[in-house]
């Protein structure tokens, strides 16, 4: 009775376990026949192209690199020799199979079964299909997919080719894609000259880069390349002793840049402020592949001419570090952007124009006077200019009581307008405006300016401290926004580094013009109040902080600041509307920050013959020679004047009379006049010497 019970058990067991392999059977032989007759694109993704980066003039400056180093040849530069050893280590059958192998499934099978491990089941053409249209996630229907394309790919594509497209697009270790990128990386040699060690080497490191990576694993890399090696004697490819004599000569590991090419550019601060605003207007995979030209606003003549100038006013080794910025102020485009860092500016390193946190001085000074301006007050307001004042302005941090704010000449008093406290930068005059049009006024007007981002979490709290009025801490970038700001009328424009992006054709379809967004401006401010802080700034050259440093042929307005003990200096300035309206200068205002990148507390004491690097020495010399630089790379040279023939005999001439022979000086065009506002007992220049630092 028991045995036929267990009789019975036994034959529905097997009964339930036929009809779920029926149905196993039958749903995967629907779902494969069904992957077979589905639309499938089997064109081969574009590769990897380098997108160019050209300047205002056309000509290249920069590249954008592909995320993956992969180089593309064609079938006939990839030697047999590499062919046979990738075949003989990841696929022997590859000439025999229709893209699946039942061979290899089953003996891949075996070896998990017995614990050995020689190759996978997946062929050559599964491996390629996986890399380049289904990825390595692992879902129930992966396998299934894979193996039905696999099968299509080889009625329609000769095997050469998927061999070809295979060795193209493998993955080798080290961010190189193809075996070109790989030869190039590990041995420093084009593909097509790999020898026999070479190439077992190469194809050893197939199946597992990361444990085979010749770089940091040689020993391991080589065990591989002997089992290589030994497959390709099994396979009838190469003879024991060919094998012997490749073993005994391994190659040598270089280990270049992937690719062979390091980066270079004329530019390279703005080349990677360009490459992140291309990434904000093109999805990564258009930037690999599309073959980009992307036009930037860079201007060859601005960039060469404030280099120059750094190098003139800063040679030394150990000069402190700089910035220079140079925008457009009627659309936003930089022009021109360059630093100065210990050992030169590393590309995608820290960016002074654009990454620098460093408090402003007095440059902030002249939103103060516009949010004064906007609230109803005049440049001509008379206001008391003390030494110093005690006044609850500013409160040291570890005591929370009032310090003292003072000029840093410590000369000034009695009474003088806004205007004249401008010019000289005085403290004992800003900061308590500051105080009374509201710190936080002032704090919102210069970010609507582009001063600062007011909504970073980071840095938003710094501004509405009762010190503000003596600076704030921001990038030279942007406080270049900002006076451009000014100059054009109250408008901010969003900043710009890229004209236009065309995807280059790929030889059957013409070349497309990316859209990209249009210019965003706000008025920050009105028109008249902008109009007026731009006025009474052209004092700041002409009287004040910066008279005798800059000195250039056409109306310029602009601002120093000075941090205390001479840790940061600035100086940002703009031609005038009507220096621009004449066509004296172009709409470009430019900027420069001055100090210690690593050490922000030292003090800029002697150098290069200053005492004290103020905004009104250095960086304002910076900003008048790369002015007087630009000019002479792009205003024509002065005709020469002909010498006159000499006559056969001197002719008798009459005798000049005084005024015959007075000379007419040349004339240079006429700086924009700015009135002297009246002064009651005038103030001494000063700066402040006290946190948060602000001297002019």
Not at 248 to 271: L, M, N, Q, R
Not at 397 to 420: F, I, M, R, S
Not at 531 to 556: E, I, K, M, R, S
Request: aromatic share 8%.
């Amino acid at each position: 009775m028991r045995r036929r019970r267990r009789y019975l058990f036994l034959r529905i067991a097997l009964f339930v376990i036929f009809w779920l392999l029926v149905a196993v059977v039958a749903l995967g032989g629907s779902a494969f026949y069904g992957l077979m007759a589905a639309p499938v694109n089997l064109t081969p993704p574009a590769p990897p192209r380098t997108a160019l980066l050209l300047d205002s003039a056309n000509a290249v400056f920069g590249t954008i690199r592909p995320t993956q180093s992969r180089q593309e040849v064609p079938a006939d530069q990839i030697p047999q020799v590499l062919r046979n050893a990738i075949m003989a280590a990841e696929d022997e059958r590859f000439l025999d199979h229709s893209g699946v192998d039942p061979l290899s499934i089953a003996r891949a099978a075996w070896n998990d079964v017995t614990g050995q491990s020689v190759q996978g089941g997946s062929t050559i053409t599964q491996q390629y299909v996986k890399n380049t249209f289904v990825g390595s996630q692992r879902t129930s229907q992966r396998k299934f997919k894979e193996a039905a394309i696999a099968i299509r790919l080889e009625q329609k594509v000769p095997k050469q080719e998927i061999l070809t497209r295979y060795l193209n697009t493998l993955y080798l270790g080290n961010s190189t894609y193809g075996v070109q990128a790989a030869s190039q990386y590990y041995f420093g040699i084009d593909v097509s000259k790999l020898d026999l060690s070479q190439a077992s080497l190469l194809a050893g490191i197939a199946p597992a880069p990361t444990e085979y990576n010749p770089v940091a694993s040689l020993d391991k890399a080589r065990d591989r390349q002997q089992y290589v090696l030994d497959r390709m004697i099994a396979n009838g490819m190469i003879s024991a002793q060919q094998a012997s004599d490749a073993y005994a000569h391994p190659p040598t590991i270089v280990a270049k840049v992937a690719g062979g090419v390091a980066e270079t550019s004329y530019a390279p601060e703005f080349h990677d402020y360009a490459i992140s605003q291309v990434k904000k207007l093109a999805p990564q995979a258009q930037i690999d592949t599309a073959g980009l030209r992307i036009q930037t606003t860079l201007d060859p003549n601005w960039q060469k001419a404030m280099q120059q100038a750094v190098k003139q006013v800063l040679p030394a080794d150990s000069d402190p570090q700089e910035a220079t910025i140079a925008i457009d102020y009627t659309n936003g485009n930089v022009v021109g952007m360059t630093t100065r860092k210990d050992g030169g500016y590393q590309f995608g390193g820290f960016n002074n124009a654009t990454d620098a946190l460093r408090s402003t001085g007095s440059a902030i000074k002249p939103f103060t006077l516009a949010t004064a301006v906007q609230q109803g007050h005049s440049p001509n307001e008379i206001r008391p200019a003390p030494n110093c004042i005690t006044e609850p302005y500013y409160l040291d941090q570890a005591t929370n009581k009032p310090q003292a704010v003072c000029n840093d000449e410590g000369d000034a008093t009695g009474n003088v307008t806004l205007t004249y406290a401008m010019w000289h930068s005085l403290n004992t005059v800003y900061m308590p405006l500051a105080h009374d049009v509201g710190n936080a006024n002032v704090a919102r007007l210069a970010a609507a300016a582009g001063a600062y981002e007011s909504t970073n979490p980071r840095i938003a709290h710094a501004y509405t401290v009762p010190s503000m009025g003596l600076g704030i801490p921001t990038t030279p970038i942007s406080m270049v926004q900002a006076y451009a700001t000014l100059a054009n009328g109250g408008v901010r424009n969003d900043l710009h580094a890229i004209a236009s992006i065309t995807a280059a054709g790929d030889g059957s379809t013409a070349p497309v013009q990316l859209k990209l967004p249009a210019n965003q401006t706000a008025q920050a401010m009105p028109a008249p109040v902008a109009n007026t802080v731009v006025q009474v700034l052209q004092g700041v050259v002409t009287t004040g902080t910066a008279a005798g440093t800059v000195n250039l042929p056409f109306g310029t307005f602009g601002k120093t600041g000075t941090v205390e003990a001479d840790q940061d200096a600035w100086f940002i300035g703009c031609p005038t509307a009507a220096a621009v309206a004449a066509k004296q200068a172009p709409p470009v205002c430019i900027g420069t920050w001055m100090g210690y990148e690593k050490n922000a507390n030292k003090s800029m004491l002697n150098v290069e013959g200053v005492a004290k690097v103020q905004g009104g020495t250095l960086p304002a010399k910076i900003f008048n020679d790369t002015w007087l630089n630009y000019l002479q790379l792009t205003q024509p040279p002065a005709p020469v004047a002909t010498a006159a023939p000499t006559p056969s005999a001197p002719t008798p001439r009459a005798p000049r009379t005084p005024a015959q022979s007075a000379t007419t000086p040349a004339t240079r065009p006429s700086a924009v006049t700015v009135p002297t506002p009246a002064v009651t007992t005038p103030g001494g220049v000063g700066r402040s010497v006290f946190p948060p630092r602000t001297p002019g």
